[in-house]
């Protein structure tokens, strides 16, 4: 089982960067072994996808809203995966989730993670 803790999020003013970090640890859960994203929440909104790395770091995905403005990564030896935001915009107003495959499958949209964290909340004003 994994447990995922994420942080960085926060309040922001529209164009300003924020980068949030997750933390990954659990006694069988082999960090290097999945492939790992960001799904996020917005108010009154579904989930929807944001980002996905491989469990090497070699392949990144992302969904068309964040496209060129996010930038996914991880560090296999700190079991941890990051999500670089940059010109931030209101719309990416909502609670970011970490999120973990269902081992190196990559996913590529909601159904293809297997758990995710509590969430850290990210506000961006006009």
């Known amino acids: 089982q994994v447990h995922l803790v994420e942080s960085g999020g926060g309040l922001v003013q529209a164009g300003g960067s924020l980068r949030l970090s997750c933390a990954a640890s659990g006694r069988t859960f082999t960090f290097s072994n999945y492939a790992m994203g960001w799904i996020r929440q917005a108010p009154g909104k579904e989930r929807e996808f944001v980002a996905a790395i491989s469990w090497r770091g070699s392949t990144t995905y992302y969904a068309d809203s964040v496209k060129g403005r996010f930038t996914i990564s991880r560090d296999n030896a700190k079991q941890a995966v990051y999500l670089q935001m940059n010109s931030l915009k209101p719309e990416d107003t909502a609670v970011y989730y970490c999120?973990?495959?269902?081992?190196?499958?990559?996913?590529?949209?909601?159904?293809?993670?297997?758990?995710w964290g509590q969430g850290t909340q990210v506000t961006v004003s006009s």
């Open positions: 999120a973990s495959g269902r081992g190196a499958q990559f996913p590529y949209g909601l159904r293809d993670f297997g758990s």
